[in-house]
């Protein structure tokens, strides 16, 4: 098993930035991939970043490519996810995720946080 907390979300002004972050616990040498999804009111959970923790590659959807950076602290088991240049249209609940390999789809993540909420006003 492994147990993950997201922290960091808030309220932010647009243009604004913001880090959360995902400590990991419990087996944490399950963790192969990290994953960011985000999930609005009415719409499905998206994938949004994702990081390979031996290689740190990364992989960012369109929708944040430029503006939102994966980063890890390894000895903390902590993944970062510093977003810049807020747009109202990032608000959504955030959540950090663990998988086997680096893709979209959400289903192949096996453990997941319990989410925190991002607002960005405009």
């Known amino acids: 098993q492994v147990q993950l907390v997201e922290s960091g979300g808030g309220l932010v002004q647009a243009g604004g930035s913001l880090r959360l972050s995902c400590a990991a616990s419990?087996?944490?040498?399950?963790?192969?991939?990290v994953g960011w999804f985000r999930q609005a009111p009415g719409k499905e959970r998206e994938f949004i970043a994702g990081m390979d923790w031996s290689s740190r590659s990364t992989r960012y959807a369109d929708s944040v490519k430029g503006r939102f950076t994966l980063s890890r602290d390894a000895a903390k088991n902590t993944a970062y996810l510093q977003m810049n240049t807020l747009k109202p249209e990032d608000t959504a609940i955030y959540y950090c995720?663990?998988?086997?390999?680096?893709?979209?789809?959400?289903?192949?993540?096996?453990?997941w946080g319990q989410g925190t909420q991002v607002t960005v006003s405009s």
């Open positions: 419990g087996r944490t040498l399950s963790v192969h991939v």
């Open positions: 995720a663990v998988g086997y390999s680096l893709t979209y789809n959400r289903d192949e993540y096996r453990y």
